[in-house]
């Protein structure tokens, strides 16, 4: 493996040099559901062209052909993100039918990695799905896979076997309304139908569906094989292309969020009584119900609504589908061979009859359910057969996974397995034999009542004590008040982070004996996120007085990824980033509004730098947006080369007006962290409000770097004590926290009024120590600064760091530092124990000059948009300063 593979050990990511990794990033991206002209709302052609054999994914996640590859990339690495996860769906590779491959498609997901390697960025890939797929409301599989599970998926939404944004609420062009989809609607498929058959089939289908036989083998064989390949096919064209795998490409996501689908189900008669992570809104079928829906039967559902409380009965409602069937006509096919797809049916499954009703599940004369716990257990067999009771993930998730991976690793031999189990699920004990010592626990946090409610509440509940048995009852689970939330969903995802533990925690076949120390593997936090469309939409609207104000949405993304710092010190990839995204239709896909960035908030793009429409603003915000392009910036050559471009040919006040432009709630998401350490982190702290930082770190002998000989990129700093570890501690420090006044005031000036030079280019920057100025000598944009505190202080001197684009003061209990403007990273060298010392705890702690930066109210990501109560005049001094270039036009209307 390459000098930048990354490893795993002890329960951390490991560089090749033993440094732990903090890996945090982004999805990338959540429009990669669909095509690029097909996003969810759009109807025409929808059908037509999945039946003709779809359409190419070419162009997700990023457009390669136009430079805007470049400018989104580098926004996402000034943010300070590492980490990349790369939704991919089946229907991506496999779209044109069973066995032919988009080789295009993979060769251009080729190009993009490329792409994401010249940032320095680490990728893994997630294979996407959401409730089966985008035909049955969602996203993933193929449309052929549908009608190979003799389903006829133009009749899901008369059955309410699903609901898909397109046809929502029905297909009907005068009826049909997508953009009043409700918020999370989507998730319900997951107790739909479709959904939940197509689940047990891929998972379950030798075990429950045995008459169920496609080309000779069973539909759970077929679905199985025909995804891992597809996957398997990408990877090897990824290997065959070279330079990518472990040095971009360093592990796989097992299948996305997957569901069990019927399996496991009690009684199908009625509706679960433990919800799990399945949302009840609008109508919630009993497995009967729909098993009746799907034969065309009418039903009076129970309806749901949801509210800050969370779902509660709301009557019923009567879907009638007047006949219509979910299940395929027997005339689709002719002596059991499909016409379009080739495939051949057993002789067993008969078409147009429900899948459990062929297999005695539920008499479709009397509607009787003549097997309620047919999913509780396995098949008995023997004289003296013993019920036992179904264990999804041992018994269906793991053997899928196994085959999956068998795929990938005949590829990519070193790839980190991503194990994800079902939401909120405890993953089950995996052997080592599959891990190979390269594996993390890949897991899903939302904010749930957020997510839903799309509002920021003053009060919460523990979701996943509640799912796990925590509480006696509900309200013991109620947390009210903004530090209880916030030190609720840290304690969520600290019990997330140790269900890594059964990760490796089984012996291979043919041992008794548990292992004596079983491995401890990482822990990925690989979605979280929150919505930007809060309270109707309130911050797009340029009537309101909250037009452009994303403080909720700033303290909703805060409390949830302050959760993964504190003693959890979790890696992360936030969901999403969409370059594609819009305020009318948000990602792009049911209504989902999650992108940390949108078009629709740059300035110049319909919105003032004031959060106000202006016409006096017009020309300078289209000035100002086209100048912070980076499409026609050279490419850069090493991971941090286009942020050092970037201080050459921009200063970093023009790099932080860029990194701040059509962002949202970007304090929240733009965060310090110790991205390598020489050590362990124990506890990691920052105040938003305060612009604070800390990080404690423990350190032994054990973690001295391992040094390769000739590296000269690891020379250690010039000043350093010769007890210091030759490798830095390296800190995220972000300029959109830490800039200096000058910096911020400069950011928020017109072009023509900013000097081009680049900060630091005559070599000048100071550092106060104790109260003495302390030169820092200075190379390109990196100072070095010899401090000397005693590591037995427990306050630590103090430093201040001040040039033009910093201005913070440090104080820390040992060591020297190095301050990289260009990377936005400061590097932190302390002595190693030594002698007796066992270990050790070493820390250091940031905080702005002057308190957080105080963001003008009315410029874009502030935390309020008021209009100026002296007009466009008024606006144009805050934005440009005492002397604004310009006076108001007279047409202008905000006067």
Same mark, same amino acid.
């Given at each position: 493996?390459?000098?930048?593979?990354?490893?795993?050990?002890?329960?951390?990511?490991?560089?090749?040099?033993?440094?732990?990794?903090?890996? #945090?990033?982004?999805?990338?991206?959540?429009?990669?559901?669909?095509?690029?002209?097909?996003?969810?709302?759009?109807?025409?052609?929808?059908?037509?062209?999945?039946?003709?054999?779809?359409?190419?994914?070419?162009?997700?996640?990023?457009?390669?052909?136009?430079?805007?590859?470049?400018?989104?990339?580098?926004?996402?690495?000034?943010?300070?993100?590492?980490?990349?996860?790369?939704?991919?769906?089946?229907?991506?590779?496999?779209? !044109?039918?069973?066995?032919?491959?988009?080789?295009?498609?993979?060769?251009?997901?080729?190009?993009?990695?490329?792409?994401?390697?010249?940032?320095?960025?680490?990728?893994?890939?997630?294979?996407?799905?959401?409730?089966?797929?985008?035909?049955?409301?969602?996203?993933?599989?193929?449309?052929?896979?549908?009608?190979?599970?003799?389903?006829?998926?133009?009749?899901?939404?008369?059955?309410?076997?699903?609901?898909?944004?397109?046809?929502?609420?029905?297909?009907?062009?005068?009826?049909?309304?997508?953009? *009043?989809?409700?918020?999370?609607?989507?998730?319900?498929?997951?107790?739909?139908?479709?959904?939940?058959?197509?689940?047990?089939?891929?998972?379950?289908?030798?075990?429950?569906?045995?008459?169920?036989?496609?080309?000779?083998?069973?539909?759970?064989?077929?679905?199985?094989?025909?995804?891992?390949?597809?996957?398997?096919?990408?990877?090897?064209?990824?290997?065959?292309?070279?330079?990518?795998?472990?040095?971009?490409?360093?592990?796989?996501?097992s299948i996305n969020e997957p569901a069990e689908g019927f399996i496991g189900y009690g009684d199908l008669n009625v509706y679960p009584t433990e919800q799990g992570s399945t949302l009840k809104k609008g109508t919630v079928p009993t497995p009967i119900q729909s098993f009746k829906l799907g034969m065309g039967i009418a039903q009076t559902l129970d309806n749901y609504t949801f509210g800050s409380f969370g779902p509660k009965?709301?009557?019923?409602?009567?879907?009638?589908?007047?006949?219509?069937?979910?299940?395929?006509?027997?005339?689709?096919?002719?002596?059991?061979?499909?016409?379009?797809?080739?495939?051949?049916?057993?002789?067993?499954?008969?078409?147009?009859?429900?899948?459990?009703?062929?297999?005695?599940?539920?008499?479709?004369?009397?509607?009787?359910?003549?097997?309620?716990?047919?999913?509780?257990?396995?098949?008995?067999?023997?004289?003296?057969?013993?019920?036992?009771?179904?264990?999804?993930?041992?018994?269906f998730f793991l053997p899928q996974l196994t085959l999956y991976l068998s795929h990938i690793r005949a590829a990519h031999p070193a790839s980190i397995a991503f194990i994800q189990a079902p939401v909120f699920a405890i993953p089950p004990p995996i052997p080592e034999s599959l891990l190979r010592g390269r594996a993390c626990h890949s897991t899903h946090y939302y904010d749930g009542l957020t997510l839903v409610t799309r509002?920021?509440?003053?009060?919460?509940?523990?979701?996943?004590?509640?799912?796990?048995?925590?509480?006696?009852?509900?309200?013991?689970?109620?947390?009210?008040?903004? *530090?209880?939330?916030?030190?609720?969903?840290?304690?969520?995802?600290?019990?997330?982070?140790?269900?890594?533990?059964?990760?490796?925690?089984?012996?291979?076949?043919?041992?008794?004996?548990?292992?004596?120390?079983?491995?401890?593997?990482?822990?990925?936090?690989?979605?979280?996120?929150?919505?930007?469309?809060?309270?109707?939409?309130?911050?797009?609207?340029?009537? *309101?007085?909250?037009?452009?104000?994303?403080?909720?949405?700033?303290?909703?993304?805060?409390?949830?990824?302050?959760?993964?710092?504190?003693?959890?010190?979790?890696?992360?990839?936030?969901?999403?980033?969409?370059?594609?995204?819009?305020?009318?239709?948000?990602?792009?896909?049911?209504?989902?509004?999650?992108?940390?960035? /949108?078009?629709?908030?740059?300035?110049?793009?319909?919105?003032?730098?004031?959060?106000?429409?202006?016409?006096?603003?017009?020309?300078?915000?289209?000035?100002?947006?086209? /100048?912070?392009?980076?499409?026609?910036?050279?490419?850069?050559?090493?991971?941090?080369?286009?942020?050092?471009?970037?201080?050459?040919? !921009?200063?970093?006040?023009?790099?932080?007006?860029?990194?701040?432009?059509?962002?949202?709630?970007?304090?929240?998401?733009? #965060?310090?962290?110790?991205?390598?350490?020489?050590?362990?982190?124990?506890?990691?702290?920052?105040?938003?409000?305060?612009?604070?930082?800390?990080?404690?770190?423990?350190?032994?002998?054990?973690?001295?770097?391992?040094?390769?000989?000739?590296?000269?990129?690891?020379?250690?700093?010039?000043?350093?004590?010769?007890?210091?570890? &030759?490798?830095?501690?390296?800190?995220?420090? &972000?300029?959109?926290?830490?800039?200096?006044?000058?910096?911020?005031?400069?950011?928020?000036?017109?072009?023509?009024?900013?000097?081009?030079?680049?900060?630091?280019?005559?070599? #000048?920057?100071?550092? /106060?120590?104790?109260?003495?100025?302390?030169?820092?000598?200075?190379?390109?944009?990196?100072?070095?600064?010899?401090?000397?505190?005693?590591?037995?202080?427990?306050?630590?001197?103090?430093?201040?760091?001040?040039?033009?684009?910093?201005?913070?003061?440090?104080?820390?209990?040992?060591?020297?530092?190095?301050?990289?403007?260009?990377? !936005?990273?400061?590097?932190?060298?302390?002595?190693?124990?030594?002698?007796?010392?066992?270990?050790?705890?070493?820390?250091?702690?940031?905080?702005?000059?002057?308190?957080?930066?105080?963001?003008?109210?009315?410029?874009?990501?502030?935390?309020?948009?008021?209009?100026?109560?002296?007009?466009?005049?008024?606006?144009?001094r805050t934005l440009c300063g005492d002397e604004a270039p310009w006076s108001c036009p007279e047409e202008c209307s905000v006067m």
């Amino acid at each position: 493996m390459s000098k930048d593979c990354i490893y795993t050990f002890d329960g951390n990511f490991v560089d090749s040099n033993g440094r732990t990794l903090l890996l #945090r990033g982004v999805n990338l991206s959540g429009s990669s559901k669909a095509p690029v002209d097909q996003p969810s709302h759009v109807l025409d052609g929808f059908w037509e062209t999945a039946e003709a054999g779809g359409k190419s994914f070419i162009g997700r996640p990023l457009n390669l052909d136009d430079g805007s590859a470049d400018e989104h990339l580098s926004r996402l690495r000034g943010w300070g993100f590492n980490m990349i996860r790369y939704p991919v769906t089946w229907e991506a590779l496999e779209h !044109q039918g069973p066995g032919m491959y988009d080789y295009e498609f993979m060769d251009y997901t080729i190009g993009v990695l490329r792409k994401c390697k010249e940032y320095g960025f680490k990728v893994y890939l997630n294979p996407h799905q959401d409730t089966w797929s985008r035909f049955t409301g969602g996203s993933g599989a193929p449309f052929w896979t549908l009608p190979a599970c003799g389903i006829n998926p133009q009749a899901l939404t008369a059955t309410q076997a699903a609901i898909i944004h397109c046809e929502y609420p029905t297909p009907s062009a005068e009826a049909r309304d997508p953009a *009043s989809l409700p918020a999370m609607i989507w998730s319900t498929n997951y107790c739909r139908l479709a959904s939940q058959t197509l689940f047990a089939l891929f998972f379950g289908g030798k075990t429950f569906t045995p008459k169920c036989v496609i080309d000779g083998v069973n539909i759970q064989d077929y679905l199985q094989s025909h995804f891992a390949r597809a996957f398997g096919v990408l990877a090897e064209r990824i290997r065959d292309a070279g330079g990518l795998l472990d040095e971009v490409v360093i592990g796989w996501d097992s299948i996305n969020e997957p569901a069990e689908g019927f399996i496991g189900y009690g009684d199908l008669n009625v509706y679960p009584t433990e919800q799990g992570s399945t949302l009840k809104k609008g109508t919630v079928p009993t497995p009967i119900q729909s098993f009746k829906l799907g034969m065309g039967i009418a039903q009076t559902l129970d309806n749901y609504t949801f509210g800050s409380f969370g779902p509660k009965r709301d009557g019923t409602v009567t879907i009638d589908p007047e006949g219509i069937r979910i299940w395929s006509d027997s005339t689709t096919e002719v002596a059991g061979v499909h016409p379009k797809w080739g495939w051949k049916r057993g002789s067993e499954w008969t078409l147009g009859t429900c899948v459990w009703a062929l297999h005695g599940v539920w008499d479709i004369e009397t509607g009787y359910v003549l097997q309620p716990e047919y999913f509780r257990y396995l098949p008995a067999s023997g004289p003296s057969p013993i019920l036992m009771e179904v264990h999804f993930l041992q018994d269906f998730f793991l053997p899928q996974l196994t085959l999956y991976l068998s795929h990938i690793r005949a590829a990519h031999p070193a790839s980190i397995a991503f194990i994800q189990a079902p939401v909120f699920a405890i993953p089950p004990p995996i052997p080592e034999s599959l891990l190979r010592g390269r594996a993390c626990h890949s897991t899903h946090y939302y904010d749930g009542l957020t997510l839903v409610t799309r509002h920021w509440n003053w009060f919460n509940a523990d979701a996943l004590g509640l799912l796990r048995g925590k509480y006696s009852s509900p309200i013991f689970a109620v947390k009210v008040g903004e *530090s209880a939330i916030r030190a609720c969903l840290q304690s969520q995802l600290g019990i997330l982070k140790e269900d890594a533990v059964n990760l490796g925690a089984v012996q291979d076949a043919g041992s008794s004996e548990p292992p004596v120390n079983p491995r401890r593997y990482p822990t990925i936090i690989g979605e979280i996120g929150t919505p930007f469309d809060m309270d109707d939409k309130k911050a797009y609207d340029s009537s *309101s007085k909250s037009y452009g104000d994303y403080s909720n949405q700033e303290k909703a993304l805060d409390a949830s990824l302050n959760a993964t710092d504190g003693p959890n010190a979790l890696n992360y990839t936030v969901w999403t980033y969409c370059p594609d995204n819009s305020h009318m239709w948000g990602d792009g896909w049911n209504m989902e509004d999650l992108s940390l960035w /949108s078009g629709d908030d740059l300035v110049g793009n319909g919105r003032s730098a004031a959060g106000q429409h202006s016409e006096a603003a017009g020309s300078f915000a289209a000035a100002r947006a086209s /100048s912070l392009s980076l499409a026609t910036l050279a490419v850069p050559s090493s991971p941090y080369a286009h942020l050092s471009h970037m201080a050459k040919t !921009q200063s970093l006040h023009d790099h932080l007006a860029f990194l701040r432009d059509g962002a949202r709630a970007v304090r929240a998401f733009c #965060r310090p962290y110790p991205a390598k350490i020489v050590g362990t982190p124990l506890n990691i702290q920052f105040d938003i409000g305060k612009a604070s930082f800390k990080v404690t770190i423990r350190v032994t002998p054990a973690d001295a770097p391992q040094m390769d000989e000739g590296n000269e990129e690891f020379a250690g700093s010039s000043s350093m004590a010769k007890d210091e570890s &030759p490798l830095p501690t390296e800190i995220f420090l &972000p300029i959109v926290h830490f800039a200096s006044d000058e910096c911020v005031s400069r950011s928020l000036a017109p072009l023509s009024e900013r000097t081009q030079e680049v900060d630091l280019e005559d070599g #000048r920057g100071s550092a /106060s120590t104790s109260g003495t100025t302390t030169p820092c000598t200075s190379t390109g944009s990196t100072l070095t600064l010899p401090l000397t505190t005693s590591s037995k202080s427990n306050k630590g001197d103090s430093t201040v760091l001040k040039t033009k684009a910093y201005d913070v003061e440090v104080k820390t209990s040992e060591g020297t530092l190095e301050l990289c403007e260009g990377e !936005q990273m400061l590097k932190w060298f302390y002595a190693l124990p030594s002698g007796e010392q066992k270990d050790k705890e070493v820390w250091i702690e940031v905080t702005r000059s002057g308190g957080a930066i105080k963001w003008t109210k009315s410029v874009p990501g502030g935390t309020s948009t008021r209009k100026p109560r002296e007009g466009c005049a008024e606006w144009l001094r805050t934005l440009c300063g005492d002397e604004a270039p310009w006076s108001c036009p007279e047409e202008c209307s905000v006067m």
